[in-house]
């Protein structure tokens, strides 16, 4: 199973951008997929991830960013609008499939900056 991110880049503050994350090599359907994010020097976070039960977003970016799933194709995306130079981060896609038990995959990684 690999995870493979694009879209990130350099934006200004206050633009938008989005980020795809499409699965490869895998024959069933995610029970959830989302994204988490590290910036330097910090640990890594959650951003938005989608499930069966709904969508959970981090406080920091409710009414900013919006994910979005094709649960049929196992892709994942996140919209972000309105950029703050605290967004700058490397982010990851992440999926999980409960099998016996819970497993979890993480995409490489995308950066996004944020110019002020």
């Known amino acids: 199973v690999q995870l493979q991110a694009s879209g990130g880049g350099l934006v200004q503050a206050g633009g938008a951008l989005r980020i795809s994350c499409a699965a490869s090599?895998?024959?069933?359907?995610?029970?959830?997929m989302g994204w988490y994010r590290q910036a330097p020097g910090k640990e890594r976070e959650l951003v938005a991830v989608s499930t069966a039960r709904g969508i959970t977003y981090a406080d920091s970016v409710k009414g900013r960013f919006t994910i979005s799933r094709d649960r049929a194709r196992n892709t994942v995306y996140l919209q972000m609008n309105s950029l703050k130079p605290e967004d700058t981060a490397v982010y990851y896609c992440y999926a999980q499939k409960r099998f016996e038990r819970l497993i979890d995959y993480w995409g490489q990684g995308t950066l996004v900056t944020v110019s002020s």
């Open positions: 090599g895998v024959i069933f359907i995610f029970n959830s």
